[in-house]
């Protein structure tokens, strides 16, 4: 299987938001609304040329959204199709975002993750990132996370 990482199209706008609806619906009930990523606006995201996705020859498996913002690296949202996860596919995409930001020469990645979603704590603790703090934004209990590159 041949899996690329590739900035998204506007025809992949389906697929990635499919494949994002299928990661986090799992999340709804767990938090008690639908997760944000599930409602962001795609079509702008992918003009803005801040979505790539991770695909093979026959269909996007994994999403990743980040931007640069000053002198660090902010990922917005990573998702993998849940038929192909623990295939390592989060951990490809975060080489990714790291390999990305040092190319940009910038000194830290940032994200959140939603306060109840224990396992995303949990990787994201195990690819060196710490805590940053616990904060209600937007509605939704998120824990901020960074990784130190300098």
Known sequence: MNRII????????????DCVQAAYSKYIERIGKTPAPMLADYKTLIAQGTVYVLADEKEVRGVLVMMPQGKDMFVENVAIDPRFQ???LGRTLMAFVEQQARKEQLDEIRLYTNELMTENLLFYHKLGFEEEGRHIQNGYRRVFLRKRLI
């Open 86 to 88: 623990g295939r390592g």
């Open 6 to 17: 590739r900035q998204a199209e506007q025809g992949d706008q389906e697929a990635l938001v």
